[in-house]
């Protein structure tokens, strides 16, 4: 074997012994962005539908929706860091999407028991409200017809009278 053969063997197993020190960390970079990236879109479901049990309720749910939107285009821009090999960022970006809906699902549920008692108070005045026109109607119109038959009456005994 000749010294060049030998230093390029001696060179290979350098750049390969240095190069197979950094691939754990390449793949735990990998493996890590992909778990985050799992959780968010985990997490972005689990809100959506919190956003629309509190709808179904009738609540304004503008302010989830944007923050959904925003959640789901940082989500985006992770998966598209992590397609390109980026795991640093694609890490990052799902980080941020998971911190902006740390609170989301309890914000919903607030609207939504907000919404639900909007609604029951909503059915209780509209009940109680035709109830109580319903017995002034009869009231006022009992009251009108015991006035007039005592009108008709005193009309009746001064006709007789006369």
């Known amino acids: 074997m000749s010294i060049n053969a030998c230093k390029a063997i001696i060179t ?3 750049i390969l012994l240095a190069v197979s020190a950094f691939l754990p960390l390449v793949h735990g ?4 962005a992909a778990a985050t990236l799992a959780s968010a879109k985990a ?4 809100c959506y539908r ?6 179904s309720a009738g609540a304004n749910i503008t302010a989830l929706v944007a923050v959904l939107n925003d959640a789901g285009l940082l989500l985006s821009r992770a998966e598209y860091a992590y397609s390109i090999r980026d795991f640093d960022d694609a890490r990052d970006l799902a980080t941020q999407s998971l911190s902006l ?3 989301f699902v309890a914000e919903a549920d607030v609207l939504k028991e907000n919404a639900v008692a909007q609604r029951n108070q909503d059915f209780l005045i509209n009940v109680l409200g ?12 009992g009251a009108l ?15 007789n009278r006369a």
């Open 12 to 14: 290979l197993s350098l």
């Open 29 to 32: 970079d990998q493996a890590a």
């Open 43 to 46: 997490q972005i479901v689990s």
């Open 50 to 55: 919190a956003a629309e049990e509190a709808e």
């Open 101 to 103: 809906l740390s609170n």
């Open 130 to 141: 035709s109830t109580a026109g319903t017995f002034a109607v009869l009231g006022v119109g």
């Open 145 to 159: 017809w015991v006035a007039l038959k005592r009108r008709e009456k005193a009309a009746e005994a001064q006709a």
